[in-house]
Structure formats: C-alpha cells, structure tokens
C-alpha cells in the first residue's frame, strides 16, 4: 500500500479549519444539534434548556440566530444584509431588540420575549426589558406570561381533534351536550322613524352548532365589547364572565342560557365567549376537566411543561407584570385569578382565556400547526384538518376581526386566516394565522413562508400596536 503524504500547505489548512472551529465554539458555541427531520420540531442547542441558567446560554449571546443556521449559512457574511440564516437577514432580526427597548423606554410594557422559527428551526429568540412592574428584574425567556384570548386556539385545536375521532361534528347542536341552552332567544333591535331604538326577543332561526362556537358565529358576546347596552348589563349582572366572582360551569350555563343572543346563529362573526362554552361542552363529551383534557390531548404530547391555567405558588416569580401605569391593568386583573387553582375554587376553566405559558412552550403549539398537526414525531391531528381549520369559516357573513387583527382577515376554527396579499396594515401571505391576548401576546403563523413568530408581553393598552410592529420587523427580515 502507498502512503501519500500530505503536502505542508494542506496541513497548515487543516490546522487553520480546527484552531477557527474551537475558536468558533468558544465564542458562540457548538453547532446546534439536529432534530428528528426536515420539517418536525425545532434544534436544540446550548442556552436552550430549561432552568436558571436558561436565558444564558452561550448559544445565544453572540447575535440573533447565529448559531441555528445551516453550515453554509453560518459562514457567509457580509453583505448588505451582514449574513442571513433560513434567508432571514442578521442584521436586520438584530433590529428588533433595539425597537423593543424603545417600546420598554416608552412605557409600553416593562418587557417582553420575541421569537421567530424557519421550516421548524428557531432563528432568534431574544428576552427584552424586564419581568416586573417596577423594572428590577431583567426579562428571560422562561418567563411566563398571561395568554388570554391565545387559549383559544389550544382549545379549539382540542375540539377539533375530538371531532377528528368521531366524538362530535361541526353540525351538532350544542344543546346535544348543553340542554341549560334550549330556549335561547336573539335580541332583534330596530330603530324607528323617530330614532328611537327598540328591542324585542325572538326566536332562534336555527340551533347554534359546534362550528358556531370555534369561529365566534354562535350569537354570545362580550360585556366589554356588545353593541347592546341591554345585554352587557346581563353579562356584568350574572358574572357570565367569572370577574367579579368565582361561579361554575354548570351555573355559568343556566344564566347564559337566560340571556339574548347578540345575532341569529351563523349570520355574523361577534368575537365572544363562545370557546368558553366550548370548553365547558368538551368537558361533558370527555368526562375530564378541562385542564385534565388539554393537558393529555395537546400539552403532554407537544411537551408543553411550563402551559397551565393558574401559577403555583413556586412559579410566581417567573409571571411577567405589566406596567401600574396602564390604565387597562386594573381593569383586567381582577378577570385573572391566575394565582387560584380553578378546581379548587368552584371556578370553571374559560376555554377562551385564563392560561399562562412561555414563548417556547407556544411556540411548539404553532409549529405544530404549521407542520400540518405534528411537532416532534407526535401527531394532534391531519394534515387535511389543519388546512380545513385554517380555511375562512365566515363567507358570506357579517362582522369583522379587525379590531384584533386589522383589515384583511376572516376566521377559520379558532385561528383568524389572511384573505389577500394587500388590505392588511401589516405584510404577511394569504393564508396566514394569527391570534392574539388581551395582555399583549400574539402568534403568527405563515405556511408560505414557513415561519412562526411569538410576542410575549403584557401591555394590554398597546396590544394592537406592539403586535402589527413585531410583524413589521419580522417581514422585515426575510430576504429570500
């Protein structure tokens, strides 16, 4: 056998390669390691673990997303972009922890948590301001935050998977499962010559259904937003939305089903508490507990470990406040007893509203949906469910998302869905899903794009705002 000798120039460049590969592990740390394929679940790598030390990780201190992209990627730079990673620009994801400095100077919120993820591989994920009203304590990205409305999609994503296995259809009356609901009656209003407006109660002209629950077609409301002066004083009156008490579901039920509806079921979208009433009735066709429920069905399975409907004594410390100073904090607040076990307190679990989780545990819930039902090797639902979920429920009928998503969206089964390239205040692609929380949260989920981007922040007056800007500086940064 002949031996052939390397010549000195290729022994000073392999030399060369592995004094720049420790040098480059010492600085940003090792490569990521891969996950279970192309398009399940996300990488790993250091400083994404969970624990104190988590939103320390040497993989994350060196600029957004250097670490997650591929070889080839992390290697070119430069440019006017200054090196791109899944064709997301470095330079210009880095623009997005300034901006949100600006909004924590402004007195937005004290901090927040932005992610961003290509074809399943989180590209920057960054911890902002701080976690505490006063501004002590530095924000990290295992903090928790108050979801709100973005329970919804959970439970309506539950609901489907239930359908999926035959236990319901969208076509099922809901009072198969609620009979509290039987003699529900509409509100017709009519304003006369003389301007005055006038109301009687009238019958339903068909049964509200499943599907009127998961796209807000089922005629319910909310206190805060009814056009009826008449029936937000029913709403406040019998605590239909648990704030000024605790009150079961069974209970919740009888005196909903004593108050008007908003709209004949299926006419109009009238954004409500319709997947509160989901939750309950997914209780009574599982015989779980809500919380049991979403728990074996999503949380488990997507390895969702720090998601629940109140924060344990041990945990308090990691919720993220919002700033005393927004005036809508005393208002919400007591809607949120998020410190009580609402099994323990004669409280029904709201399908709508009341869960905490972090950036990462809903990020694992959105790649979920944008992998078609599945994240990690483990599957929730279809592929042709989750586009049918995705599709707009609402052609031909009245009422907008707009006051959540502005122009340019429908709704589909517990996610709102882009109808059009233009329309819209802020870019994205048609098809689209998004939803957001009262508190300041919002998702986005883009399968033309393959991108799932997370805000996590409680500043419930500049919701809208700090939202449409996170999606701004995310569209931002795709630069192929």
Known sequence: MRLVRPSAAAL?????????????????????????????GFDRVPGFERGPGFER?????????????????????????GGTVLGLSRERLARIAPVMRGEVDRGMFPGAVTLIARGGR????????????????????????????????IV???????????????????????????DLKVEARRTGADGQTTSEDVALDRPITVQDLLRHTAGFSYAGSVRSSRLKELYDQQNIEARAANISGDEMLRRLGQIPLANQPGTAFEYSISVDVLGLLLE???????????????????GMQDTSWY?????????????????????????????????ENSQYFKGGAGMVSTAEDYFKFAQAILNGGEFEGRRLLSKKWVDFMLS???????????????PGYGFGLGFAVRLQEGFAVAPGSTGDAMWAGAWGTSFTIDPREQIVGILMAQGPSNRVHTRMLFKNLIYGAVVR
Do not use: C
């Open 12 to 40: 000073v460049l392999t030399l060369a390669s592995v004094l720049l590969s420790d040098a480059a592990q010492a600085q940003f740390g090792p490569g990521p390691e891969r996950g279970p394929g192309p398009d399940r």
């Open 156 to 182: 309506s994503t539950a609901a489907v998977m239930l359908i999926e296995q035959g236990k319901m259809k969208l076509s099922d009356p809901i009072t198969t499962w609620l009979p509290e609901l039987r």
């Open 122 to 153: 989180i590209v920057h994920f960054e911890a902002h301001g701080f976690r505490d009203a006063a501004k002590t304590v530095p924000m990290t990205r295992d903090t928790l935050f108050m979801l709100a409305s973005m329970t919804k999609p």
């Open 392 to 406: 707009n429920h609402l052609v031909g009928m009245g009422g907008t998302t707009a006051a959540s998503t502005g």
């Open 57 to 81: 990780g040497p993989g994350f201190e060196r600029g957004p997303g250097f670490e997650r992209g591929s070889r080839r990627e992390r290697g070119r730079g430069g440019g006017p972009d």
């Open 284 to 302: 009574r066709i599982s015989g779980k507990r809500l919380d049991i429920l979403i728990k074996e069905m999503i949380l488990d399975p997507l």
């Open 311 to 343: 924060v344990a004594q041990g945990q308090r410390a990691r919720l993220a406040e919002a700033l005393d100073s927004d005036p809508q904090k005393a208002v919400m607040w007591p809607g949120y007893r998020i410190f009580d076990n609402p099994a």
